[in-house]
């Protein structure tokens, strides 16, 4: 091999793994480009759903069980939501027993489940 070779060996080599890298790139860019756009469609999908849903209030698709069912989940977690929201704030009034660990009102001065006395913070 003389010396022109050499370096056009060396060349083929450089500019393979270039492009090898430069692929890799754009593969990477299109996977992160499928992930935005999929992102996009579950966004479309989500404002479609609610969309449906509000018609559903109204009457609509009554005779689909699919999304009666679908419907039905999601009234339920809304429900449940709305079920754990109260209880947060609930128990932002309240404050824990330092003995028996009970949830006590945050103005009261003894635990009302081991009469504890119960400094204010
Ligand atoms: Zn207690």
Not at 5 to 21: G, M
Not at 47 to 67: I, P, R, T, V, Y
Request: glycine share 6%; proline share 0%.
């Amino acid at each position: 091999m003389n010396f022109d070779n050499i370096l056009n060996k060396a060349k083929d080599v450089f500019e393979t793994a270039y492009k090898k890298a430069d692929g890799a790139i754009s593969v990477q860019k299109q996977k992160f480009d499928i992930a935005g756009l999929e992102n996009k469609l579950s966004k479309d999908y989500e404002a479609l759903g609610k969309l449906c849903f509000e018609e559903m209030q109204k009457g609509a698709f009554a005779d689909n069980q699919n999304f009666l069912s679908v419907a039905e989940e999601i009234k339920i977690k809304t429900a449940q939501i709305e079920e754990l929201q109260a209880e947060v704030l609930k128990a932002k009034n309240k404050k824990r027993c330092a003995k028996c660990g009970a949830a006590i009102e945050k103005g009261s001065a003894f635990c009302n489940v081991c009469g504890e006395s119960v400094n204010e913070e």
